[in-house]
């Protein structure tokens, strides 16, 4: 399959980071094509501009964007890397979506459309790679909505039968090496076997 | 009591500055002091950076004096109001990047380092209002969730006093919606935070 792998986490000394690298073994090991974007490294702008803003209607992105809407639409799997903050994505992750999942590249609405028509069939495939702070406890407390952000938002926007794969490692402040290592075993597992 | 708006919509003009200006008229009707914050207007960086990210994890986590005066105007409030539209069922990066940079330790939460524990950083926060826009209906918000309410009436409310209390205001289906049906949102902005 052909996998873009998002990746977002200011350290590039991170367990986010190894897991971004594990992620990529596990896919190449299987044979699978990938792409990389790394949102930190290439300084994503993660704020929507007020022209973006205004032109929200008109399909497509703004012209340094085009990149990332290729990407979208090249890929079958789409596989999100990066810590949970505030029980959901980053902002600078948020701010990819907003940006670049718009009109012309996520969805879209002819005149008289009551719901937009999903633009990313492509996709038969969304894993999310997750480190929280808290435990899985709290993080149903506060309601998970960065998971619900993947498995339903994004996803609606994306062919009606893709598989959603939560990959997360929770109570990160209070884990040991241990559980750390066996993670990322897991998360390379996981993407070998898309 | 001190009451803060945070307003996060990129134009000036948007609908969501005008619900902001009603909280603000509403919550002075009431006696209130208002402080407001417009995220935007102000050129607030959105993205934790790295140097911010490796003092997270320090006794002084500011870095940037910006959010240090944006964490000092929050800790005099006990009122807080959130005015955006609601993207991907979400916050705007911009509102979504403000907690993560201001809601650090010592101001958000204290993390307790020999138990584990996370406590409450915000016992001064009485009450949370969230004012949002949202392009869908309100049946295919709830198909979905409304993420940004999620992250404010639960996560960002346990780290209030036990006894905040949370308020939504919601202008579902803003693509569709009439100059009535907005002019009636306003209105209800303002008498319901004029209420507070």
């Known amino acids: 399959m052909r996998a873009l792998a998002v990746y977002c986490h200011p350290n590039p000394v991170s367990l986010v980071a190894a897991a971004r690298d594990r992620a990529i073994e596990g896919l190449e090991a299987a044979g699978h094509e990938v792409r990389l974007t790394d949102l930190y490294a290439e300084g994503f702008e993660p704020a929507m501009s007020a022209t973006e803003r205004l032109d929200h209607k008109e399909p497509g992105v703004t012209p340094d964007l085009r990149r990332h809407a290729d990407d979208l639409a090249w890929a079958e799997a789409l596989v999100l890397i990066y ?19 718009v ?92 | 009591m001190n009451a803060l708006v945070v307003v996060a919509h990129p134009c000036s003009d948007s609908f969501c500055h005008a619900a902001a200006e009603r909280a603000f008229d509403g919550l002075r009707a009431a006696g209130h002091d208002v402080d407001t914050i417009d995220l935007y207007a102000e050129g607030f960086r959105t993205a934790m950076s790295c140097e911010e990210r490796v003092a997270y994890d320090t006794d002084d986590p500011i870095l940037d ?49 020999t138990s584990g524990k ?5 016992g001064h926060v009485r009450r949370v209002i969230g004012v949002s826009t949202y392009g869908s209906p309100r049946l295919a918000v709830g198909l979905v969730n409304d993420n940004g309410r999620r992250i404010l009436t639960r996560a960002l409310r346990m780290s ?6 949370t308020t939504w205001l919601a202008l ?9 049906d907005r002019a009636a949102f306003l209105a209800r902005v303002e008498r319901r935070t004029a209420g507070v």
């Open chain 1, 83 to 101: 810590p949970t903050w505030w029980s959901g994505q980053p902002a600078m992750l948020k701010g990819w979506i907003d940006r670049v999942w």
């Open chain 2, 172 to 180: 579902y289906g803003m693509d569709t919606a009439s100059p009535a």
């Open chain 2, 65 to 113: 004096p910006q959010v240090g005066d944006h964490a000092a105007r929050l800790q005099r409030s006990e009122i807080v109001v959130f005015v955006y539209p609601t993207w991907w069922s979400g916050l705007p990066a911009i509102l979504k990047g403000w907690l993560e940079r201001v809601m650090v330790p010592g101001v958000g939460f204290t993390f307790d380092e």
């Open chain 1, 103 to 194: 009109a012309g590249v996520a969805w879209e609405m002819q005149d008289g459309d009551r719901t937009p028509t999903p633009r990313l069939r492509n996709i038969r495939r969304i894993v999310v790679v997750t480190t929280h702070g808290s435990s899985k406890l709290m993080n149903m407390l506060e309601g998970e909505s960065g998971k619900r952000t993947a498995t339903r938002s994004i996803r609606a926007m994306c062919s009606r039968r893709t598989r959603t794969t939560w990959c997360a490692l929770y109570g990160i402040d209070t884990t040991d090496a241990a559980r750390r290592a066996a993670f990322l075993d897991r998360v390379e597992k996981t993407l070998a076997r898309l």
């Open chain 2, 118 to 122: 996370v406590k409450p950083g915000l």
């Open chain 2, 160 to 165: 209030c006093g036990p006894r905040a209390r």
